[in-house]
């Protein structure tokens, strides 16, 4: 065997079902993640997004306490947390954020109990790793088929009401006059966001989950000038960060001569900032090219709105104002 | 209320009263827009315009009165209608160039996922051949300027052609040339397609050369009809319920509160624009 094929994929990779089972977990959960992520950064919800994924900590936790499968635990108060925050918070802007912090902050609250009643009960050692930082590699095989139905679910619903929740993302106005149920259109892709926060609190970690959520979605959409070719860019960049994660967190096993295999969350977010990074040079590249074929012609002074000052990336110069 | 010529009417407007929270925002208000008449909603800030538009789109329940459009009640999801609501915040970071909102203008409230159709990519370059906004159509909405950004959106809300198009306030936040441009489309698409336009606006004076009637709204009330007959001191001081004046200078009209002082002199304006006009309301 090549000795380069060997230093990437040390022995044992492909072979492993650990490892097979983090590819199909990790590629879920990705391609979920980055599908509602697209929506949930143009809807300015970042924030209500990791509050459910505290919200699912909180379930998790309370499912290993009781002896539930963690899945369950994750999905099913990460569902019912979406459900409480559309009631109490979605009819002002303001009162969302008031809503979603009130919300965030028990429910971290609650995961410090249960998980303080689950260690000292001495029934698992690991379950302060396992709720906060994910299981990818130790997840049972078993939870595959219910992780797999409930992406499914979750991406159904988006692209069912995709539409819609364009429409009402950028006007509710223009949405409910054009008869947009907006209200049950946001209720919907809340939950489906709860679902797929849940599944990646299961796979990186409830405290990471809102990287996947969020990075790869962000990343994407200083690429790209169109919401379709954002959620494929962003798909791309979530199942290569959960991959290359894979992989470097089995090598790092190999590293040095401890034998400790590094978290893979460390490596599925380390990746993801990197790309994060990466998405914006194109804008400034742009921008500086810009700067200096503007100097010699006098170009009409633009209005002075602070959007023209945050460009978007790849040239969007068609747009003379 | 009125005669028998709202079968052609587009739109009309009977006896509407709204009240918020023990407030009452609109007060009676009644009239009607004839097909590809241009229309001016005239008031100052909190007069009612926001509420008696929403009313119409079937977005505010009215507490008494009717809306009847193309001579039917007013149902929501009305395609007859267009829309141009007030302040629509475009992210500049949002991944939607011009061609994509005009796009969901067309097929925005369906569900599923969308199919490329080489019709709607049609009607969508028409569209944004109409309101001049080919030059920008591939660029993200958020970076267009105000002026651009109102053509998209007027382009939007043609799509689904509409036989009435109602605009909040497109022209706050615009500067004068950009104003006066978009007044002056909506004048020729009016006047082209024959399409019903009700524009709200604090400022009747750009809309003069363009309006055909005006709806003036003042404390909940509201007067109608030509331009002339309504703004005057007499139909205007009943609708505010205290005296005001209205006053030409250099073919503009000024409508002022008004004032002890200038009481003689308002009274003399005020009894020379009385004699011609008819008095509506």
Known sequence: ?????????????????????????????????????????????????????????????????????????????????????????????????????????????LTALFLYLT?????????????????????????????????VVALGSIATVGRPLLLSTVSPDIAAARGVPVRLVGLIYMLALAVSVGLSSLAVGAVLST?????????????????????????????????????LAYDSYYWGSSHLGLPVSFFIVAVIFVTYLASGL????????????AAPPLTPPRTARSQHERRGPGGERGSTA | MRQQSEAAAVLGVDQVSVALSGRQILDDVSFTIGAGEFTGLIGPNGAGKTTLLRVILGLQRSGRGTVTVLGRPRSLRNQAIGYVPQKVLLDPDMPIRARDLVALGADGHRYGIRLP???????????????????FADARVGNLSGGEQQRVLIAQAL??????????????????RSSQEIISLLARISREQQIAVLLSAHEINPLLPVMDRVVYLAAGRAASGPTA????SEVLSRLYGYRVDVLHVAGRVLVVAG???????????????????????
Request: proline content about 4%; charged content about 15%; some cysteine.
């Open chain 1, 1 to 109: 065997m090549h000795p380069l094929y060997t230093a990437v994929f040390e022995p044992g990779f492909f072979a492993s079902p650990q490892v097979h089972i983090a590819a199909v977990l990790g590629g879920v959960v990705a391609i979920v993640s980055a599908v509602t992520g697209v929506f949930t950064v143009m809807r300015g919800q970042s924030f209500g997004g990791h509050a459910l994924s505290d919200v699912s900590a909180a379930g998790g936790s309370a499912a290993l306490l009781i002896g539930l499968s963690p899945v369950a635990g994750f999905v099913g108060l990460g569902i019912a947390g979406a459900a409480v925050m559309d009631m109490i918070g979605v009819r002002r802007l303001r009162g969302r954020d008031l809503a979603t912090g009130i919300v965030l902050g028990t429910a971290i609250g």
């Open chain 1, 119 to 151: 260690t000292t009960s001495g029934a698992t050692t690991g379950a302060v790793q396992q709720i906060l930082f994910g299981s990818i590699f130790t997840t049972s095989s078993g939870t595959i088929p219910a992780v797999a139905i409930l992406g």
């Open chain 1, 211 to 247: 990287a996947l959520l969020i990075g790869p979605a962000a990343a994407a959409l200083r690429l790209t000038r169109r919401v379709a070719s954002a959620i494929g860019i962003a798909c791309l960049i979530g199942v290569i960060a959960t991959g290359l994660g894979v992989l």
């Open chain 1, 282 to 293: 194109p804008a400034a590249w742009a921008r500086a090219r810009n700067r200096e074929a």
């Open chain 2, 117 to 135: 159709s080489a019709e709607r990519g049609e009607a969508v370059r028409q569209m944004l051949h109409a309101v001049d906004a080919e030059r």
């Open chain 2, 159 to 176: 799509i689904s052609r509409p036989r009435l198009l109602l605009l909040d306030e497109p022209l706050a936040n615009l500067d004068l």
């Open chain 2, 229 to 232: 007959e309504v703004i005057t």
């Open chain 2, 259 to 281: 004032d002890a002082a200038d009481e003689r002199a308002a009274a003399d304006e005020r009894a020379a624009a009385a004699l011609p006009a008819a008095g509506a309301g």
